[in-house]
């Protein structure tokens, strides 16, 4: 992978070299964001206690000659609350485009589906999941290290990626800490690919997605094993297969737009009980070694088929920004033996947003709402500009759990926060 990375920033730097008749453009931002628990949260593990203190630095060299193209970006950033300086190369990658065709080969990101802040047929990069400020990023994807083919016509454009190498989403430190987590081998058989099919009409935009490859999240499987007579269970994270094929269509309708997205996942394994996986394994195991016979197997997952859509809505007024979205999602078959409770998840979001004082002042609200537990997450945030350049702001993330269930937000209710930020972008 070092070679690979090196390989990648030569390039860049040969196109650089190359650009006396092209350009180079150096751009990036210092930016900082200090977050506390809400006084409401528990006095005794969280309130008043730090969970944000970033401070990173991002930079980028886009390079480009003719029709060739170079982008390399990377960030250096210190985590204060754990003590750890880290770095990130998050785009490096070569490209040639012209009318008709185009080659992208490197590191690179892509959203797919026209959702925000929901992810639907969005699946080609993973998700930076391990922390509080990693999820609350305004863009918390990964790149992935892929070959993308491009196709271009006067209304129609298609994408088609391959990437050999699996990237999976970033856990949390003290989960992947307690998995001894299997990665698929390096394989050239074992690469993951995508294709995306779009139209641009007068009356409205239609995108269609493939998407073959590995989910991004770690399913957990239980090994049993008899210590002195007593029973030994250790967890193991397995990333399995899986397959989506979806659409989006974006239909403007005066001030507003209408967006729709659906997602079909066949045969996609999803987690089964672990109390229950546990225990059927443990009879097995104790029935084979009184009988000297082997264990019958039990499997920790279990497949079924998903269908996921939304539907929103954007409307811009005088400039308000209003976004308005409904998202549901279904698992088909008997879900008794699964940790998931409901067969069908839904839940709503919403943002709103309005600049002030020429456009220097952003206030700003979202909110998600899970309505099968009726927990949330609210968000108000404010942004002041000083210059072009320099901007400082105020955000708030409430995790409010649901009256009978913590609920996928009210999970993270002690993680509730209260913070500051400023950047200064070049």
């Known amino acids: 992978m070092k070679k690979i990375i ?24 210092v930016s900082t964001r200090w977050g506390a628990a809400a006084p409401w949260t528990d006095s005794d593990t969280a309130a008043g206690r730090f969970t944000i203190g970033d401070l990173s630095f991002t930079g980028s060299i886009d390079a480009y000659y003719d029709n060739s193209s170079a982008l390399a970006e990377g960030t250096v950033s210190y985590d204060a609350i754990n003590n750890q300086l880290d770095y990130s190369i998050d785009e490096l990658w070569l490209d040639y485009t012209n009318s008709f065709w185009g ?16 992810d639907i047929t969005n699946v080609l990069c993973p998700s930076d ?25 006067n209304q129609f454009t298609a994408d088609a990626y391959w990437i050999p190498f699996f990237t999976p989403a970033v856990l949390p430190e003290e989960t992947a800490g307690q998995l001894v987590i299997e ?17 641009y009409f007068s009356a409205f935009d239609l995108s269609l997605y493939g998407f073959y490859g590995w989910d991004d999240m ?39 737009v209408l967006r729709l997205e659906a997602a079909f996942f066949p045969q996609r394994n999803f987690q089964k009980n672990a109390e229950g996986v546990v225990e059927e394994k443990i009879t097995n195991l104790t029935k084979a070694m009184l009988t000297g016979t082997e264990a019958a197997s039990v499997d920790s997952f279990e497949k079924h088929n998903q269908l996921s859509a939304l539907a929103g809505i954007d409307w811009m007024p005088e400039g308000w920004t209003l976004t308005a979205q409904y998202y549901c ?8 033996l699964l940790e ?5 998840m839904h839940g709503a979001t919403i943002s709103l947003s309005k600049n002030l004082l020429n456009e220097t002042l952003e206030l700003s609200f979202a909110g998600m709402l899970g309505f099968n537990d009726f927990d949330s997450l609210i968000s108000p945030s404010v942004k002041y500009s ?14 409010i759990p649901g009256p009978d269930n913590d609920g996928k937000y009210g999970a993270y209710k002690d993680l509730s926060s209260i913070c500051i930020k400023a950047k200064f972008s070049f």
Not at 237 to 248: L, N, S, W
Not at 329 to 336: C, H, S, Y
Not at 386 to 399: V, W
């Open 183 to 199: 990665k698929p081998e390096l394989a050239i058989w074992n690469g993951e690919y995508g294709l995306k099919l779009s139209g």
């Open 386 to 399: 000083l210059s072009d350049q320099i901007s400082l702001g105020a955000e708030a993330y409430i995790f």
């Open 129 to 153: 999941m391990s922390s509080l400020s990693a999820m609350t990023n305004d863009d918390s994807k990964l790149g992935v290290d892929a070959i993308r083919l491009s196709l271009n016509g």
């Open 340 to 344: 998931r409770s409901d067969a069908y």
């Open 103 to 118: 080659l992208r080969i490197g590191r690179q990101k892509a959203a797919w589906g026209k959702a925000d802040g929901v």
């Open 329 to 336: 999602d279904f698992l088909f078959g008997d879900i008794d």
């Open 218 to 256: 770690p399913l957990v499987d239980y090994t049993v094993d008899f210590q002195n007579m007593s029973p030994l269970v250790i967890p193991n994270g397995k990333y399995e297969r899986m397959a989506m094929i979806g659409a989006d269509a974006a239909l403007p309708i005066g001030e507003t």
């Open 6 to 29: 090196l390989l990648s920033i030569l390039g860049v730097l040969s196109v650089s070299l190359l650009s006396a008749d092209g350009g180079i453009d150096f751009s990036g931002e």
